[in-house]
């Protein structure tokens, strides 16, 4: 995936045959009325914010996808007006993503979020055949980089709609401090 900042107006992303399928997309499914195209959209759009450092409006924005002949696709995101702003460093910066994870791996995963100082960052944890912990890092973007390799590190997600799917279909467990809580039971030596 290579991604260009043409203008304040406008993002370019070449994405490869591969890139698409780890999108969970296909050049097919993509036209303007799917919810598949609104979601590849959405994580299209998470992945430009989060590696560019800006913050991108949705509310007005035009997007055109170009199929190209070897295969992969060409993307453009554009606003009729200034709607993409660079993040400025040292302005705060919040991310928020949720992890899948099993029973054996919450004292791991909180025990890693203190060592990197997220143990303190909003957090909540849901189950439903499974644990979710939905965390959400509010700093300045230059400090962001822990939440990265905490991402890295536990697959986390931080599309949209895995986060709303979570809230709204999952039971709520603990709605606040869900990190600091686990380390709190921590009955393994």
Excluded: W
């Amino acid at each position: 995936m290579r991604i260009s900042k043409l203008s304040k107006y406008t993002f370019k992303v070449m994405l490869t045959p591969d890139d698409v399928l780890k999108l969970g997309a296909s050049i097919e499914l993509i036209d303007k009325q799917s919810y598949a195209a609104k979601k590849f959209i959405s994580q299209l759009i998470d992945i430009i914010e989060h590696s560019m450092k800006v913050k991108i409006s949705k509310s007005k924005l035009f997007v055109e996808v170009f199929e190209e002949p070897m295969g992969g696709c060409v993307v453009y995101l554009c606003g009729n007006e200034e709607l993409i702003t660079d993040a400025q460093k040292g302005e705060p910066y919040e991310k928020t993503a949720v992890f899948s994870l099993e029973f054996k791996q919450l004292l791991p995963f909180a025990k890693s979020a203190k060592k990197l100082s997220l143990d303190k960052a909003e957090s909540s944890l849901y189950y439903q055949n499974g644990y979710r912990l939905i965390l959400r890092q509010n700093k300045k973007a230059d400090e962001a980089y822990a939440f990265g390799r905490l991402l890295s590190k536990y697959q986390g997600s931080y599309h949209k709609s895995d986060i709303i799917y979570t809230q709204e279909h999952f039971t709520l467990l603990c709605k606040n401090n869900a990190i600091d809580k686990i380390l709190s039971i921590d009955v393994f030596p």
